[in-house]
């Protein structure tokens, strides 16, 4: 009777070893997942400020005037150079003498 008590004893307390180490690392993991959703959401913010930027810097408005800083000027066909197929077999040979 003593050993069937003893082993019952042992059990129990293994049995609640096991049990505060598995509440532990779920603690462990709890923390942790709260920690990476944190940062999840520092990323989501983040992103939405980069969208926002993006969307002023590419606006027409605003390429518009950094071209006139520029002095950047459109293409029209006076200003359009048209090559020819053996000018550009010309420069095709010329490049290929310069390696």
């Known amino acids: 009777m003593g050993r069937l008590v003893l082993c019952t004893v042992a059990l129990l307390m293994l049995s609640a070893l096991?049990?505060?180490?598995s509440r532990y690392q779920a603690r462990q993991l709890?923390?942790?997942?709260e920690r990476e959703q944190a940062q999840?959401?520092?990323y989501e913010?983040?992103?939405r400020g980069l969208q926002v930027e993006?969307?002023?810097l590419t606006s027409n408005a605003r390429i518009d005037r950094v071209a006139g800083e520029l002095q950047m000027v459109p293409a029209?066909?006076?200003r359009t150079l048209y090559l020819t197929e053996s000018?550009?077999?010309y420069v095709a040979d010329t490049e290929g003498d310069a390696q």
């Open 18 to 21: 096991s049990l505060v180490s």
């Open 45 to 47: 913010v983040e992103w």
């Open 30 to 33: 709890f923390v942790a997942m």
């Open 40 to 42: 999840s959401r520092e």
């Open 87 to 89: 000018q550009i077999g």
């Open 76 to 78: 029209t066909p006076e």
């Open 54 to 56: 993006r969307a002023a």
